[in-house]
């Protein structure tokens, strides 16, 4: 039972941090020639802005809202674990019984 609340702390910090890089401008350069280069690519982008396709911006907005039901999933069950530990140790019993036996019977 350990390993999945374990496994869940794990997936939900990944998602976690996904959420954040996807809400989180892209880094700056700290160079010299970086800064001109940023400059120069500036003002290409101004004069022919890059325009994220929907369906990419719909892919981008379907995975923040993947991201965040699962991390409240992850986050609930945690709490559900907390609450209940005894019924989920029995929980957890049950459900790895009866994967044993429906994988012994081939």
Known sequence: MGDVVTTDTVIS???KELHEEL???RP???SAAADQAATNAGR???ANPPE???EELQLKDELRE???VITEFIEEAEKNVSA??????VGALVVGILI???LGRR
């Open 13 to 15: 910090s990944e998602l």
């Open 23 to 25: 809400s989180e401008p």
């Open 28 to 30: 700056k350069r700290s």
């Open 44 to 46: 290409a982008a101004r």
């Open 52 to 54: 994220e396709s929907a």
């Open 66 to 68: 993947f991201t965040k």
């Open 84 to 89: 209940h530990p005894t019924a989920s140790v």
């Open 100 to 102: 044993g036996r429906l």
